[in-house]
């Protein structure tokens, strides 16, 4: 989790586009600065494309891989998936490294060959 709330990579969500979105900002003719790209935002505008990439990738990062923000249902329900995912790997990178090592004349060693 980070600053802004979670941290959800959209590109493993189900029904996510298998390329990221291209942003094409133009500016608008009327009052010279760049519209964020959602329609349910509400920000007035950017004076720079920069500022509007950066407003899509903090508060919208959803609008690369989507069309329209997913349920927040279907973002808790992977965050459970990818726990799970995370505690089953985990468990056996702790399986593998439980192996014993001694040196050919140590007691231990010899007692047990």
């Given at each position: 989790?980070?600053k802004?709330?979670?941290?959800?990579?959209?590109?493993?969500?189900?029904n996510?586009?298998p390329?990221?979105?291209?942003?094409?900002?133009?500016?608008?003719?009327?009052?010279?600065?760049?519209?964020?790209?959602?329609?349910?935002?509400?920000?007035?505008?950017?004076?720079?494309?920069?500022?509007c990439?950066?407003?899509?990738?903090?508060k919208?990062?959803?609008?690369?891989y989507?069309?329209?923000k997913?349920?927040?249902?279907?973002?808790?329900?992977f965050?459970?998936?990818?726990n799970?995912?995370?505690?089953?790997?985990?468990?056996?990178?702790?399986?593998?490294?439980?192996?014993?090592?001694?040196?050919?004349?140590?007691?231990?060693?010899?007692?047990?060959?």
């Amino acid at each position: 989790m980070n600053k802004r709330g979670k941290d959800v990579n959209w590109s493993m969500l189900a029904n996510a586009s298998p390329k990221t979105k291209r942003l094409h900002l133009e500016k608008d003719d009327c009052d010279d600065r760049f519209h964020c790209p959602v329609q349910i935002c509400k920000h007035d505008g950017f004076t720079t494309q920069r500022g509007c990439r950066k407003q899509v990738k903090s508060k919208h990062s959803w609008y690369y891989y989507f069309d329209e923000k997913p349920d927040s249902v279907q973002t808790e329900s992977f965050d459970g998936q990818a726990n799970n995912n995370a505690a089953a790997d985990q468990m056996t990178v702790c399986k593998m490294r439980t192996v014993a090592t001694f040196d050919k004349i140590s007691n231990i060693n010899t007692n047990f060959l």
